[in-house]
T-cell receptor, first 114, second 118 residues
Framework: AQKITQTQPGMFVQEKEAVTLDCTYD???????LFWYKQPSSGEMIFLIY??????QNATEGRYSLNFQKARKSANLVISASQLGDSAMYFC???????????FGKGITLSVRP | EAEVAQSPRYKITEKSQAVAFWCDPI?????LYWYRQILGQGPELLVQ????????DSQLPKDRFSAERLKGVDSTLKIQPAELGDSAMYLC????????????????FGDGTRLSIL
């Protein structure tokens, strides 16, 4: 069975600084993908970045990058140059070869201070 | 505003009543998902459709929940009768590709329906 673990209860970062949000995962399937979503207080889940298990390089999308360490089974999200609008819940999720459904972690609350 | 349309945005109802949610996915997306998100938790899959067929409803409480996607486009999720524990956010998502295979294509979510049972 797949499992996503996000243990940071809440994170605070100063505006314009970088922040790392942790995610560890567990699966026996060699083919899988890791997704990060942002959920503002309005409720919508916004896709941020994707990393495939066979990707050789860490994924990057603008200010978002994924620190993928396959041997450690971790996929941490790095947000550079934090903005006030980055304050939200952040969810790590995984899809595996058997099904397209996603397994989500419990999420991390990020608060950006001005 | 999200490309996946959901309504209503909010729903308050009393226990034992019936409630229904509607979802219209992104045009052309064959796979549709209904997730339930309890406050402070991540979303959990309730049901997954490939076109009009149910692919996975193993976590759907079938004694009170039902879901359909009759023409393989929009979908309805119903609860009858509602219970206090059903209070949650109900999220609909859609994606390209087939439901039975993992894909690198992300799921796109709607704004959700916040359900409160009194």
């Amino acid at each position: 069975a797949q499992k996503i673990t996000q243990t940071q209860p809440g994170m605070f970062v100063q505006e314009k600084e970088a922040v790392t949000l942790d995610c560890t995962y567990d699966t026996s399937d060699p083919s899988y993908g890791l997704f990060w979503y942002k959920q503002p207080s309005s409720g919508e889940m916004i896709f941020l970045i994707y990393q495939g298990s066979y990707d050789q390089q860490n994924a990057t999308e603008g200010r978002y990058s994924l620190n993928f360490q396959k041997a450690r089974k971790s996929a941490n999200l790095v947000i550079s140059a934090s903005q006030l609008g980055d304050s939200a819940m952040y969810f790590c999720a995984m899809g595996t070869g058997a099904n397209s459904k996603l397994t989500f972690g419990k999420g991390i609350t990020l608060s950006v201070r001005p | 505003e999200a490309e996946v349309a959901q309504s209503p945005r909010y729903k308050i109802t009393e226990k034992s009543q019936a409630v229904a949610f509607w979802c219209d996915p992104i045009s052309g997306h064959a796979t549709l998902y209904w997730y339930r998100q309890i406050l402070g938790q991540g979303p959990e899959l309730l049901v997954q459709f490939q076109d009009e067929s149910v692919v996975d409803d193993s976590q759907l409480p079938k004694d009170r929940f039902s879901a359909e996607r009759l023409k393989g486009v929009d979908s309805t999720l119903k609860i009858q009768p509602a219970e206090l524990g059903d209070s949650a956010m109900y999220l609909c998502a859609s994606s390209w590709g087939e439901a039975k295979f993992y894909s690198n294509q992300p799921q796109h979510f709607g704004d959700g329906t916040r359900l409160s049972i009194l």
